[in-house]
């Protein structure tokens, strides 16, 4: 079954190549990482934690120095072989440049939380959060959409 193409357009955005019969197969697991995403800085969040936030940016790290984002070395090494599920594709150039800009906001987080500036930090925290539910929803990337008007 082709993908709509509004998701299309948005993971060629990403980077990926969804010219690809299977890729409507790996779709849905694309979302996995930024769910993980959404999910801890959430938790960062409601525990007022700087930890967390290291936490939020080592799993990003992941994203930027190796070929798989942590969600999808989870998937690809584990949860695939319970669905029957195809590999998920590399990490292409616009989705790693969201690792970092998550891994650097997490890290900004942190610090804020760690030094007591927490009223900047949930603010900031709240932001990332909503950055972040666009791409869980619809695989709409703001990091990827500034990597394209950035770098083309």
């Not at 603010?123 to 990597?147: E, K, Q």
Request: contains cysteine.
């Amino acid at each position: 079954m082709p993908l709509p193409k509004h998701t299309q357009k948005n993971l060629e955005m990403q980077g990926f190549r969804c010219d690809v019969a299977q890729f409507a197969d790996v779709e849905p697991w694309l979302r996995f990482s930024p769910t993980i995403c959404f999910f801890a800085v959430l938790w960062g969040l409601w525990q007022g934690s700087a930890g967390v936030f290291y936490i939020v940016a080592a799993v990003a790290a992941v994203g930027v120095f190796t070929p798989h984002t942590f969600g999808d070395w989870i998937y690809n090494h584990g949860i695939r072989f319970f669905t029957g599920g195809p590999v998920l594709p590399p990490t292409p150039p616009p989705r790693r440049f969201a690792c970092l800009v998550g891994m650097v906001w997490g890290i900004a987080v942190g610090l804020l939380f760690s030094y007591g500036y927490t009223s900047i930090a949930y603010i900031l925290g709240t932001i990332f959060l909503l950055v972040v539910i666009p791409m869980v929803i619809t695989h709409f990337c703001i990091a990827s959409f500034i990597y394209r008007k950035l770098f083309g």
